[in-house]
């Protein structure tokens, strides 16, 4: 909150000194500026003053699987629950091992112990999902909302890759377009008048 109320100062005060005639430049760049420097630090007073330092996760590649799946405040971040609110992935059968991830890709070794591997890889509506398991693409899988695969009990090398459909590529056109009409007529009212 306190970033948004520096921010709607500096809104406030561009306002008032383009209203009242009084433009000057280098008067509006110090004080915008010095205006951010005090939001900025009343945030990182206030979070120095909580101690609240140990509550944030930095997640990269070698931790992602340990801190989305045992620290307090990671592993609920989209995870998919039963009616009960029992989080799925939570009783899942088979632990992940050796993840390694892209924006779109996950790749990682499992142990399966039982017939049916259930592992904690959330899968959701609405995505097209591409899986191999030792090199070799699964035509055929379970699509509950946790990976479930019909694994042999031995070690597998799992690939998992999310495809974007045809919904996402349609959204991702209209914004680019939408974003050149909007940036030319701002451009054309800019300089016809």
Known sequence: MLSLIVLSLVVAITLYLNQNRMRNDLMLIFVSVLLLLMGI?????????????????YVNNQNLV???????????????????GKILYLYANTPI???KGTGNTATFTVDVNYERATIPINLYKNVEYQIYV????IKQFKC?????????RRNHKIKLIAKA???EYITMLISVVSMV?????????RYIH
């Open 165 to 167: 459909g045809l919904s």
């Open 41 to 57: 630090g009343s945030v990182s007073q206030f979070h120095w003053k909580k101690n609240d330092d140990p509550v944030r996760y």
């Open 144 to 152: 509950a909302k946790i990976l479930s695969l019909s694994l042999s």
């Open 97 to 99: 091992k050796n993840y």
């Open 181 to 189: 009409i909007c940036s030319g007529l701002l451009l054309r009212r």
């Open 66 to 84: 340990l801190t989305s799946h045992t620290e307090g405040h990671g592993y609920r971040d989209y995870a998919l629950a039963n009616p009960k």
């Open 134 to 137: 030792d090199g070799k693409k």
